[in-house]
């Protein structure tokens, strides 16, 4: 076993303990070191992990976690999201209840995203997500004294037990069928599973758990319930951390252990994504709630990123890892705004982000950043991401009528997003009257992390290729063999045509 490649993970979990020890002997009155002892360590880590990443793969426990160009490309927007929002929370520490196990609960779920990234088996796989999950139980209703709270995490408990259950399930008929849940043990014998109905259902199983984590239609009911009654600081890591943890898993199933089942249903993620974008988008038009707001902007966005595996192809799946990395620093810089102005006004509807532009220029600036490259305006991520997207399906498809179907709704989508993420933004700088101007005190770790956030979004917009180059090459290293057991070999004919 090679413990070293588990190292960022082990540090994690440890720092997330030992924020739960340091509770015991620092004062109440001094809980923001918490925070910063927290978001430090974990820079430290980023910081290493970047230092650390080498060519090359290597594999732990058997062949089920894998270390390759995959895992540290999302293993690094993890750990940036991680830091985004513990910098965030610090000026919250006062009005937490138990704010030390909030940033352990962070820890503890940002540790079963980085297993995630770096599952190659369903067991692990399923493993990562429940520990991702089971975390967001409790910080979705962690603020015990809130109704809203506490019926959002009801909610979510309920609906993610039974996701759950039909991961498990399908994972069993897998197993059954395939005698073997390693990723790539599947990809070599997939030519004869695909025919096997009772490995199909499996799947079909295993992608209802997923779409239930990535928030996709008909599996999306959850998620505006869920954003509306969080904590502003638990719903912008749910919208980012968790949501790519769940597409970088769907990547591996998709791309790495079924590419060519992946080839021959191509349609049905291309049917799916249009429906999503549709319900999405068409739901958000009316809502006063910005979070809720938020939650039907976020399925929408899992619409466009399954339009990425309905492309089936190198570039669709470079296409779909380059979108989510724009797409969290986006939603992070949003949510800097709306967790400010939730936590001043105490409320999240419209109205109360009325003359933002005047009460604090920060937060209007993250606001509008965020929102705008979600509206997919250029030259921000946003932008960039729905251009790949939309491009991989058209040159890599076809003209088939589902294929014009979908890039019709696509673009639908984005107009209908430019009318709701703009009534925001016409609050913040014209609204029709506003009641209080009073200033709204900015922190430095705010500004820090707002700093980290709209960088990301603009440079990604700005700078696109270096980031689609590391998606390119994080995909195209599914085809490498990640089995201890298997000698390494050049990629199968089947598994080249199907990417």
Not at 213 to 223: D, E, L, R, V, Y
Request: proline share 4%; with cysteine; glycine share 10%.
């Amino acid at each position: 076993m090679n413990y070293s490649l588990l190292t960022v993970e082990i540090l994690t979990a440890l720092l997330g303990l030992g924020v739960l020890l340091l509770d015991l002997w620092i004062p109440a009155t001094s809980r923001k070191l918490l925070g910063i002892i927290a978001a430090t360590g974990l820079g430290v880590l980023l910081v290493y992990a970047i230092g650390s990443a080498a060519p090359g793969d290597g594999t732990a426990f058997g062949g089920m976690f894998v270390v390759d160009a995959l895992s540290g490309y999302a293993k690094g927007f993890f750990l940036v999201a991680g830091l985004i929002v513990l910098l965030l929370s610090i000026d919250s520490a006062d009005t937490i209840h138990g704010y030390a196990e909030y940033c352990a609960l962070i820890l503890f779920a940002l540790t079963g995203m980085l297993f995630a990234a770096s599952a190659n088996d369903f067991v692990l796989m399923f493993v990562a997500l429940e520990l991702i999950t089971v975390t967001f139980y409790i910080l979705v209703s962690f603020q015990r004294n809130r109704l809203s709270s506490l019926e959002a995490g009801v909610k979510y408990l309920i609906l993610g037990a039974l996701a759950s259950g039909f991961m498990v399930f399908g994972i069993a008929l897998i197993f059954g069928s395939a005698n073997t849940t390693n990723f790539y043990e599947i990809s070599t014998a997939q030519t004869a599973l695909i025919k096997s109905p009772v490995f199909l259902t499996g799947i079909l199983l295993t992608l209802v758990g997923l779409g239930f984590k990535i928030a996709a239609f008909p599996f999306q009911i959850w998620a505006p319930d869920v954003y509306q009654g969080a904590p502003a600081l638990t719903t912008s890591f749910l919208a980012t951390g968790s949501k790519a943890a769940g597409f970088v898993l769907l990547a591996r199933v998709a791309f790495e252990a079924v590419p060519e089942l992946t080839a021959a249903r191509g349609h049905l993620f291309l049917g799916i994504g249009s429906i999503t974008i549709l319900y999405g988008s068409l739901c958000a038009i009316p809502q006063r709630s910005v979070k809720r707001l938020m939650g039907y902007s976020s399925i929408a966005n899992a619409g466009y990123l399954l339009l990425g595996f309905g492309a089936a192809s190198l570039a669709g799946g470079s296409a779909v890892l380059a979108y989510l990395g724009g797409y969290i620093f986006t939603v992070l810089a949003a949510f800097i705004g709306i967790q400010v102005v939730v936590s001043h006004q105490e409320s999240d509807d419209i109205s109360a982000f009325a003359g933002l532009a005047r009460r604090s220029p920060w937060m209007a600036a993250s606001l509008t950043v965020g929102l705008v490259s979600l509206a997919g305006i250029p030259p921000l991520a946003g932008f960039f991401g729905k251009l790949m997207i939309l491009k991989a399906v058209a040159v890599q498809v076809g003209t088939s009528p589902m294929v014009i179907l979908s890039l019709l709704v696509a673009v639908l989508g984005v107009v209908v997003g430019l009318y709701y993420y703009l009534g925001v933004l016409r609050s913040v700088y014209w609204p029709r009257s506003v009641s209080d101007l009073s200033p709204i005190p900015v922190s430095g770790t705010t500004k820090l992390a707002l700093i980290f956030a709209v960088l990301g979004t603009v440079l990604i917009g700005v700078l696109p290729e270096t980031t689609y180059q590391g998606a390119r090459q994080a995909v195209a290293g599914l085809a490498t063999p990640k089995s201890p057991a298997t000698p390494a070999s050049p990629p199968s004919a089947t598994t080249q045509a199907a990417k």
